[in-house]
Nanobody
């Protein structure tokens, strides 16, 4: 079955950096657009970043643009989110997700468009 397993979260001070990874199995990874979402306590899950099938197109939420970078390694079936200049408001559980979108369909920023989800990785940024 399909599995998405996040790793790399943790506790960091404001201004620091973290990289979260998501290893996928049970699917043809290169056929999926991949996204990162996050959910803070008491808030709805929100879009963070997404990347197209071969990594040619990337998309970011305004709140992370210029600080976060999404990338993928199709040979390793892994997607990454490099987070720099972290802020306390970045504190959340970070989820990766896979979207089996047909060719030509724009990469989605909507959680409901994604077919598979990981279990989440906690990122905590202290002030």
């Amino acid at each position: 079955q399909v599995q998405l397993v996040e790793s790399g979260g943790g506790l960091v001070q404001a201004g620091g950096s973290l990289r979260v990874s998501c290893a996928a199995s049970g699917l043809t990874f290169s056929s999926y657009a991949m996204g990162w979402f996050r959910q803070a306590p008491g808030k709805e899950r929100e879009f963070v970043a997404a990347i197209s099938w071969v990594g040619g197109r990337t998309y970011y939420a305004d709140s992370v643009k210029g600080r976060f970078t999404i990338s993928r390694d199709n040979a390793k079936n892994t997607v990454y989110l490099q987070m720099n200049t972290l802020k306390p408001e970045d504190t959340a559980v970070y989820y990766c997700a896979a979207d089996r979108a047909p060719p030509g369909k724009p990469v989605s920023t909507v959680p409901g468009a994604y077919d598979y989800w990981g279990q989440g990785s906690q990122v905590t940024v202290s002030s």
